[in-house]
């Protein structure tokens, strides 16, 4: 039977989800209410029944592996395990990952124990649902060396992914690296006599997912080199050399949410009556930490195309098109709108409320007859009485502080506090 190693890529910088990688990774930024991104690579692993589960980190880490630790410990006879490796100093090796195939080269000292019979290169920071197990088994009936999980684009998206060009046998030919939008490439379309037919007749093209299929020992041949990135170098060498690659279509939802502007519409998304990523699967649940937490307290209010998620308290407040956070407090006579209020990771005692207040500054939370629209408040914020966000004519892009805006969304930073009367 096949031995499948799993390796989550914990992602670079993040400079394009900012600030909401300020404090965190990609991976680690909370998504849904309740989860974290992490959470949809790790939960389509162990649905799927590969269990045996790598995350490789590098930056900004400690929040991811606090929640790992927090959220994934197998029991004792599953054989399962979900581990971290964040970048280290070897004898052999003294500087950082410098791309996806590097880190990966960097940590097969730790892969070869688990003697696999299969690598499966996952992105940690994208959102779908996929049987990995119908992706193991494309890559063995097609008797490939590489599979590569694809997913059919535009023109106009083809310019930004890794695209694919494949024969009738879903082969892949030949494989370039964002071509751009100048660049011609009218005999990259999928080939009329393919076994992939895209639901959308205007999805011509096939864009790699950054989701791989090695099996051993080619993932080993291919690393004695000093590529470091998959998609632009050891794919396409791999290709030259004449290894099989092939490509594994997934005409389902998928989101690379690596923007401000990706993560917001696709959070909010998940309030629509068919959500284009569907948490109510009780077949594929998505795994998270369990906190323990009492159900959400209404004390009056009104609630439209919004989800509520663990231990809020929210009191006489009007919440439309909003996604609400883990213990968020929002007062009395409020009103949220077309917002993601990811929460606080603490609940504050009376008497630390009380102190608080005599200092003259907000509780956790939303305080009284504050307005806010079209923004992401981080966690751990504390607005205070009768603020207004968004409600005004919106500033251009740029780091205001405690706030950015980025494509017209206020994102408040995480901790922040704003003070009572505050008008952004």
Known sequence: MAKVLSIILGGGKGTRLYPLTMHRSKPAVPFGGKHRIIDIPLSNCINSGFRNIYIITQFNSASLHIHIAKAYTFDSFSNGFVEILAAEQTFDNTGWYEGTADSIRKNLHHFRHQNPSHYLILAGDQLYRMDLKKFLNFHKESGSDI???????????????GIMKVDSDSVITEFMEKPGTDKNIDDWRIPEKSLIKPDD??????????????????????LESDHTDFGKEVIPDAITKGFKVSAFPHTGYWSDIGTIKSFYDATLDLTEIKPKFDFYDADSPIYTHNRNLPPSKVNYAHLSRSMCSDGCVITNATINHSVIGVRSIIESGSFVEDSICMGADYYETHEEKEARLKEGGPNLGIGNHCRIRSAIIDKNVRI??????????????????????VDGIYVIVKNSIIPDNTSI
């Open 384 to 405: 205070g009485n009768n603020v207004s966000i968004g409600m005004d004519q919106i500033p251009p892009d740029g780091d205001y502080g405690f706030y950015h805006v």
């Open 147 to 161: 599979t590569v999980a694809c997913t059919p684009v535009t023109r106009e998206d083809a310019s930004g992914f």
């Open 201 to 222: 007749p205007n999805k011509q093209y096939l864009a790699s997912m950054g989701i791989y299929i090695f099996s051993a020992k080619v993932m080993e041949k291919c």
